[in-house]
């Protein structure tokens, strides 16, 4: 990801409008045809073959030969391309450095016109290791650059829905695969040596309680993705949160709960009972 800038200034206005074609056709196509980007480009069959010879050649997209000539974004290409939408509608001016990087997300700082600091969130389902992630999650036959806008999608769906009302990031837009928050200026918990882990836990406890109410069930709640400083904690990473209404969400609280109990307990020697920190949550205590 690190030429990601690179390639963003590479791209020129005809790549554009390729680009824009395959995102506007690939809900249809796995591989988008070259008769969907003619009719949109109006570019003779030639010319637009060395374009995607070109944008091949920078990691942008994934030329199939086979009953047709198809293409396809790469993560990079989609990232791209997102970044493209999002500093033309004005919401990011400048690009910093990765801030995190995990299998499912490439996570940059940036800044807006008003030198505001943001954290812009690329998220890439199923692009490392697609067959070992779909194993473990019910994604049907959809392909992977309309799951991982979806992924993108749903997380900023989460963020809107919880922010004022639970210690979350401010959302501040979506595009593409880029979701869009205020920057925190926090580290992972598992990062941190707390001073006082219980007054932590219970505030962790605090916020999935409020989430509860608000409808919401995180549904990967670890360590590693709640941030902590000296004024207090903030909960991140919604693509697989689940409706209190759900099928199943009972199991997914009581894992999330379970997730954060141990790590106290492995971590500081700080135990909660289960069933309790679960009917409180519940709003039963």
């Excluded at 940059?108 to 692009?127: C, I, P, Q, S, T």
């Excluded at 837009?173 to 598992?190: P, T």
Aim: hydrophobic share 40%; net charge positive.
């Amino acid at each position: 990801m690190n030429d990601l800038l690179e390639a963003y200034h590479r791209i020129d206005r005809t790549d554009t409008c390729v680009l824009s074609s395959i995102f506007r056709n690939m809900w249809d196509f796995e591989y988008v045809p070259l008769h969907a980007i003619i009719r949109d480009c109006a570019f003779k069959e030639d010319r637009l073959e060395l374009i995607l010879k070109k944008l091949s050649s920078m990691g942008i997209v994934e030329n199939k030969y086979d009953e047709y000539l198809g293409t396809r974004f790469t993560f990079k290409g989609l990232s791209v391309f997102s970044l493209k939408r999002l500093v033309m509608k004005g919401i990011i001016s400048k690009m910093g450095n990765i801030l995190g990087e995990g299998k499912e997300s490439v996570v940059f700082n940036a800044l807006n016109d008003r030198n505001e600091e943001l954290a812009v969130k690329f998220h890439r389902v199923g692009y490392p290791s697609f067959k070992k992630v779909r194993e473990k999650r019910n994604y049907g036959t959809l392909h992977i650059t309309v799951l991982t806008v979806r992924s993108a999608k749903r997380e900023y769906s989460a963020l809107k829905r919880l922010y004022g009302y639970v210690s979350v990031p401010e959302p501040i837009f979506f595009d593409g695969n880029a979701v869009v928050s205020r920057l925190i200026d926090a580290r992972e918990l598992y990062r941190v040596r707390l001073k006082n882990p219980e007054e932590v836990l219970e505030m962790i406890i605090d916020e999935v309680r409020k989430m509860y109410h608000r409808g919401v069930i995180h549904g990967d709640l670890s360590q590693f993705n709640i941030l902590a400083n000296q004024e207090g904690i903030w909960i991140i990473d919604f693509p697989q949160y689940a409706d209190v209404w759900s099928p199943h969400s009972d199991e997914i609280l009581k894992r999330d709960v379970s997730n954060i109990i141990d790590y106290f307990d492995r971590s500081y020697g700080v135990k909660k009972d289960l069933n309790e920190v679960l009917n409180y949550v519940r709003g039963r205590a």
